[in-house]
T-cell receptor, first 115, second 111 residues
Framework: NAGVTQTPKFRVLKTGQSMTLLCAQD?????MYWYRQDPGMGLRLIHY???????AKGEVPDGYNVSRLKKQNFLLGLESAAPSQTSVYFC??????????????FGPGTRLTVL | KNEVEQSPQNLTAQEGEFITINCSYS?????LHWLQQHPGGGIVSLFM???GKKKHGRLIATINIQEKHSSLHITASHPRDSAVYIC?????????????FGKGTHLIIQP
């Protein structure tokens, strides 16, 4: 099993450009998450999904859109990139067992720089 | 949003020392997670606990629900333990979005 994978690993954008980050998991998890990690701050939730075809906003959703057309994939889009979106982006997946949320499995991260 | 506080923020120790990292939170939780992040690397889940104590190799995690406090201990520390350790909690009644993360403790173990 590959676990959680992210594409690409690195990207440099110019202000105003758009891009899509892809997250894929092969563990059949229902829940998927996109976080951003910035220096001096904890991980912050951007958007999440509790199943195929569903998405919801997290703590810092502005400037991002997401889609979950297939259970194994969770896409994060930046329509018009801004320097404030320079960050490391992590995808994670998780599942419920016995009525309880379980640990989250993280991807390797995508380092995005917006000039 | 409810806070998760970690201490210390930075810790440098010598190889072999016993390490303690602390995490405190403000209201009732359903679970607490300890995560490890190596420099430039991904994030790995170490423990998830809701009561008592868990041990995995040289790592021990404890939680005191009444005091709203958890500790991560590393015995016989080694340079490969150098990483950022992150505490995260799911507050009681939290849904799928419920994890709140601390800012992390940056640990350096010198040989």
């Amino acid at each position: 099993n590959a676990g959680v994978t992210q594409t690409p690993k690195f990207r440099v954008l110019k202000t105003g450009q758009s891009m899509t980050l892809l997250c894929a998991q092969d563990m059949n998890h229902e829940y998927m998450y996109w976080y951003r990690q910035d220096p001096g701050m904890g991980l912050r939730l951007i958007h999440y999904s509790v199943g195929e075809g569903t998405t919801a906003k997290g703590e810092v959703p502005d400037g991002y859109n997401v889609s979950r057309l297939k259970k194994q994939n969770f896409l994060l889009g930046l329509e018009s990139a801004a320097p404030s979106q320079t960050s490391v982006y992590f995808c994670a997946s998780s599942f419920i067992a016995g009525g309880h949320y379980n640990e989250q499995f993280f991807g390797p991260g995508t380092r995005l720089t917006v000039l | 949003k409810n806070e998760v506080e970690q201490s210390p923020q930075n810790l440098t120790a010598q190889e072999g020392e016993f390490i303690t990292i602390n995490c405190s939170y403000s209201v009732g939780i359903s679970a607490l997670h300890w995560l490890q992040q190596h420099p430039g690397g991904g994030i790995v889940s170490l423990f998830m606990l809701s009561s008592g104590k868990k041990k995995h190799g040289r790592l021990i995690a404890t939680i005191n629900i009444q005091e709203k406090h958890s500790s991560l201990h590393i015995t016989a520390s080694h340079p490969r333990d150098s990483a950022v350790y992150i505490c995260a909690v799911m507050y009681s009644g939290g849904g799928a979005d419920g994890l709140t993360f601390g800012k992390g403790t940056h640990l350096i173990i010198q040989p």
